[in-house]
């Protein structure tokens, strides 16, 4: 009985299991309520993000009204988790196409031929030297803003750092004996880099990929606060910021609040990719050891 007491309590539990460590929890569940306050939006919401109340104009926080109302009356709180939907959705869909087409372009720059490297290696230099915000404003005055437009220009401004990470990461693999020896058995290069290179740089991919949605969320925010973002009525962090800049001095909630949402949220996803490094690279310490 003793020993199976004790047998019980040396038992490590769940989360030294899975190595979770206090950075990668906090992030975890910070990003966790923050997702579930968006998705429960009409729940939490007293209004629609629509609502206009001419009766109850720049109110501050109260109990009716939690975050306090806007320039024509919308109730704040409803306009964050509203706009915390669009900014996310956005930021996601951004990061996933900008993960993707940097990791081809990565792969390509590590097992293609020697022009297609050439060419990959300089589309990453001009692409890593060329100012996003630049960009998004040569592609906004040429066609409308909209969320497909800022979605492109997310992707556009951010596969180039993803590229450079997973040509780095494949090269070193290249030359692992694991490869040379697919190589020698008549792999193809597609093969080699699908199924044995690109295991090895997914820990990092997921990384980057907490990274690049933190980044994503603050560079929606930065465009549509330019008004080259999701245009109104939808709301968004942004947009919402870019509403009360001119009652900055006034009515401090119109933009200190939905800033507040964008800090939390890339504070999450930053404390999960940091959480993410340390635990991959105490995985490849230990393989190293063995």
């Given amino acids: 009985m003793a020993?199976?007491?004790?047998?019980?309590?040396?038992?490590?539990?769940?989360?030294?299991?899975?190595?979770?460590?206090?950075?990668?929890?906090?992030?975890?569940?910070?990003l966790a309520l923050i997702i579930l306050s968006a998705v429960l939006a009409p729940v939490l919401a007293p209004a629609g993000p629509a609502v206009v109340d001419l009766g109850s104009v720049r109110l501050p926080?109260?109990?009716?009204?939690?975050?306090?109302?806007?320039?024509?009356?919308?109730?704040?709180?409803?306009?964050?988790?509203?706009?915390?939907?669009?900014?996310?959705?956005?930021?996601?869909?951004?990061m996933i196409g900008s993960l993707a087409f940097g990791t081809l372009m990565g792969m390509l720059g590590a097992f293609g031929s020697y022009w297609v490297r050439a060419v990959v290696d300089r589309a990453i230099d001009i692409q890593l030297a060329f100012p996003y915000v630049l960009l998004a404003i040569a592609i906004t005055s040429a066609v409308k803003p909209s969320t497909g437009v800022l979605i492109l220009l997310m992707v556009l401004a951010a596969w180039a750092g993803a590229a450079r990470v997973v040509r780095s990461i494949a090269l070193q693999e290249?030359?692992?004996?694991?490869?040379?020896?697919?190589?020698?058995?008549?792999?193809?290069?597609?093969?080699?880099?699908?199924?044995?290179?690109?295991?090895?740089?997914?820990?990092?991919?997921?990384?980057?990929?907490?990274?690049?949605?933190?980044?994503?969320?603050?560079?929606e925010a930065t465009l549509s606060f330019l008004?080259?973002?999701?245009?109104?009525?939808?709301?968004?962090?942004?947009?919402?910021?870019?509403?009360?800049?001119?009652?900055?001095?006034s009515s401090w909630w119109l933009t200190t609040l939905p800033g507040l949402a964008i800090v939390l949220t890339s504070l999450s996803l930053v404390l999960i990719g940091d959480g993410l490094q340390a635990r991959t690279d105490a995985s490849r310490s230990r393989e190293g050891d063995e």
Avoid: C
Wanted: charged content about 10%.
């Fill in 61 to 94: 926080p109260s109990a009716d009204h939690w975050a306090g109302t806007d320039a024509i009356g919308r109730d704040l709180l409803a306009r964050i988790l509203y706009g915390g939907q669009v900014s996310l959705l956005v930021a996601g869909a951004g």
């Fill in 174 to 219: 290249r030359g692992k004996d694991y490869v040379k020896a697919a190589t020698v058995i008549g792999a193809s290069p597609f093969r080699i880099a699908l199924f044995h290179v690109f295991p090895s740089v997914l820990p990092s991919l997921l990384v980057l990929a907490a990274m690049q949605m933190a980044a994503m969320i603050v560079f």
């Fill in 3 to 30: 020993a199976a007491e004790t047998t019980v309590a040396t038992r490590p539990g769940l989360v030294a299991r899975l190595r979770l460590g206090p950075a990668l929890i906090a992030g975890i569940v910070l």
């Fill in 227 to 249: 008004g080259m973002g999701v245009q109104p009525p939808t709301p968004s962090w942004g947009g919402i910021m870019l509403d009360g800049k001119n009652y900055i001095t």
